[in-house]
C-alpha cells in the first residue's frame, strides 16, 4: 500500500467522522420528542405538601415545585426561569417564586411580576384524587 491510498483513506475517515458529528445534533434537534417523555406524570400525597408549603419535584426531566396555597389548593410550576434558565426559589414569607440569578420575580400563579423574565413559568396540570395529587 503506498502513502496516496492511506493518506486518502485517512481523510475519507475524518471527513465522514466530521459530517457525522455535525449531523447527528442536528437531527435530535428536529426530531420530535419520544412518547415516553410526553406523558409522564407524578403522584405525590396531599399529606406531604401541607397548606402554606411547598414540595420540589421532577416531571418530565423538568425541575418543579408544587405549593399548596390556602386559597386555590395545589398549584404545579416549572422551577426553571424563562430568562436564562436558573431554577426559581419559593418564598413563602412573600407568596412568591424568585429567580436568584437576575432577580426575576413571579406570583404564585407564574406570571412576571417584575425583573427581565421574557415570559411566565411553565403550569403543569394538577388533578386531586382522593388523597393523591396527580401532576402532569
Known amino acids: 500500500m503506498d502513502r496516496r ?6 481523510l475519507v475517515l475524518l471527513g465522514s467522522a466530521l459530517s457525522v458529528s455535525l449531523i447527528y445534533p442536528l ?7 419520544s412518547g415516553a417523555e410526553q406523558g409522564g406524570k407524578v403522584t405525590i400525597k396531599k399529606s406531604e405538601v401541607e397548606v402554606g408549603s411547598s414540595k420540589d419535584i421532577v416531571v ?5 415545585i408544587v405549593i399548596n396555597t390556602p386559597e386555590k389548593g395545589f398549584i404545579a410550576l ?23 440569578c437576575h432577580g426575576g420575580v413571579y406570583n404564585l400563579e407564574g ?23 396527580v401532576i402532569g
Open 78 to 100: 416549572s422551577k426553571v426561569c424563562t430568562h436564562l434558565g436558573c431554577l426559581v426559589q419559593y418564598e413563602k414569607s412573600k407568596n412568591r417564586l424568585l429567580c436568584p
Open 27 to 33: 437531527v435530535r434537534y428536529l426530531a420530535p420528542p
Open 5 to 10: 491510498r492511506v493518506l486518502k483513506s485517512l
Open 111 to 133: 406570571t412576571v411580576i417584575s425583573g427581565p423574565p421574557p415570559k411566565p413559568l411553565q403550569k403543569f396540570a394538577v388533578k386531586v384524587e382522593g388523597d393523591s395529587v
Open 60 to 64: 418530565r426531566n423538568i425541575p418543579a
